[in-house]
């Protein structure tokens, strides 16, 4: 008998090399939540604009830049299109109680559709959980799956290992989260919907 892992679904996660670059002190506990959004959170989103009291502009734009040309190269190394920009790059900083809901990056904030979305886990980085995208179609779950052969074909979730400095990429379609913190350690990472400039 073989086992066949069918149509396995990518998430690409490398070390930021510039990590060093980019410290933050603990920061005050803060609630900016975007309209439509529901946990309690402080965040930038869509975008850290000029005038943002935490990340100024020429700290954002170097970040940006050397993020962008790393996810560049990480592309070239793998054979995929590298002609890329940003369509929205913004922070998320968490503290106690503070988590964010349920989503996927599909809801654009212009016309175009993502190619790929990512985060950057800068400080004290815990994971993001992914839902299986298929999971209103499955018919074969059976009672002690969860201890057979083909566990990891039924999970509805998993959670990602990360650590400070870690990249990661997923397909914007993916549903995830961040369960809320229980604890009162700052959390900050850098999310971003990338593009291809030839679309």
Known sequence: MEFIGLFPLPILKFKFSKHHEYFFDELEKKSNKPKGWIRDINSSFPNILDNNLIIPPNFR??????????????FYDLKMPNDIDYQCF????YHLNQGQERHCHLNSIDKKFPFWSGIYYNKNASPTVFYRPDIGFRTQVFPGHEHSR??????????????DGDIILFPPYLDHEVPEKIDNKTRITFSFNIILNNE
Do not use: G
């Not at 170097?62 to 190269?73: A, C, D, G, P, R």
């Not at 913004?90 to 900083?93: A, D, G, L, M």
């Open 61 to 74: 734009d170097k970040l940006k830049k050397q993020i962008l040309n790393e996810i560049k190269k990480t």
């Open 90 to 93: 913004w922070y998320n900083i």
């Open 150 to 163: 083909l566990k990891e074909c039924y999970y509805s979730y998993q959670e990602i290992d990360v650590s």
